[in-house]
C-alpha cells in the first residue's frame, strides 16, 4: 500500500492538475512551446561534494557531474533524462543526479539532447551514440552505465540495442526508472490506467511519441524498443509503477526480457506514480537505495541474477 507521503503527492498532482500537459496534442504543443521559452533547469551550483563540468557536442549542452575530490577509477555512468522525447531536464532530475554522484561516487554524464518536434529519433539516437562514443574514449566501453527515466529510459535502451547490433561492446548494467518503451502505448489496460494516473494522459504521450518518430514507423525499435530484439543486452534493472499509464509495456517488456534468459532484477511500485523514485516520497528511499546496491555489487563483480517481483 501507498505512504501517507505518497498519498499527499498525488493529491497535490492533481490540485496543480499535471497531467493537463498531456491532456491532448494542443495542450502538449502549447506545454512545448512554453518550456522552449523558458529553457532547461540549470545544473547545480558545484560545491565541497560535488563538481559540475559543461561541453557541448554538435551545439548541444554534455554536463559531467562527479565527486569535488577525485575518485580513484569512477564508475561511469550515462544518464538520459526523462520528458516525453520533447520537454527539457528539470531541477527533480538534478537533485536526484547530485544525489546519485553523492552517494555512490560515479562520474555522471548528462546530454541535454535534441528534443522533439526539432529533432526526431533517427537524429537524436545518433547524437547521443555519439556522446557515448566520446565518452568510451575516457572509459571502457564495458564499463559505462546506461540509465534514464521515463523516454530517457527508452532511449537508453535503444542506445544498447545500437550498440548491440553495431557490434560494440554491451555497457555494464543498464538502470530504466519506469521506461517508455512504446510510444504508442498500445496495451489495452493503459486506458484503464490513465483515469488513475495523475501525471500523464493518453493523448498527448501518443502525440509526444508521434512527434519523436518523425518518418519512422510507431514500432521500429529505435522509436519503441519494446520492439527490438532483447537477446544480448547488458544487465538491467527495471523500476516499475501501476499507477503509471507507461507501466503495462514496460513490464511486458520484462517479461520478454525474463523469457529470453537475460538478467533482470524488476521493482514493481504497486499503487505508485511514474517517475516515483525520483519523487519525494518515502518509497523513493528504498528505491534509490536499490540503486545504489546494484552498482556497487556490479563494481565488485557481483550480478548476473534474475529478480522478478511481481
Known sequence: MPSLGHHALVLLLHAMRRRRIYASAKSLQRGIAQVRRTGPAAPPAPGAALSVGRQELAGHPVFTLAPARPVQAPRPVLYL?????ARPITQQHWGFLAWLVRTTGCEVTVPLYPLAPESTCTDTLAWVHAVHAQLATQHAPEAIHLMGDSAGGGLALALAQ????????????????????????????????????????????????????????????????????????????????TRDLLGHDALA??????????????????????????????EARAARAAIARRLAQLRSGAGGEVLFNK
Open 81 to 85: 533524462h526523462g520528458g516525453g522525447y
Open 162 to 241: 545500437n550498440l548491440r547490433d553495431a557490434g560494440q561492446p554491451p555497457a555494464a548494467q543498464m538502470v530504466l526508472i519506469t521506461p517508455w518503451v512504446d510510444v504508442a502505448v498500445p496495451y489495452p489496460a493503459a486506458v484503464h490506467t490513465a483515469r488513475r494516473d495523475p501525471m500523464l494522459a493518453l493523448a498527448g504521450v501518443r502525440e509526444a511519441g508521434r512527434l519523436y518518430a518523425g518518418a519512422l514507423p510507431l514500432d521500429h525499435p529505435a522509436v519503441s524498443p519494446a520492439w527490438g530484439d532483447v537477446a544480448g543486452l547488458p544487465p538491467m534493472t527495471v523500476f516499475v509503477a
Open 253 to 282: 517488456f520484462a517479461e520478454r526480457v525474463q523469457q529470453a534468459g537475460g538478467a533482470l532484477e524488476l521493482h514493481r511500485g504497486e499503487g505508485l506514480v511514474h517517475v516515483w523514485p525520483l519523487l519525494p516520497v518515502p
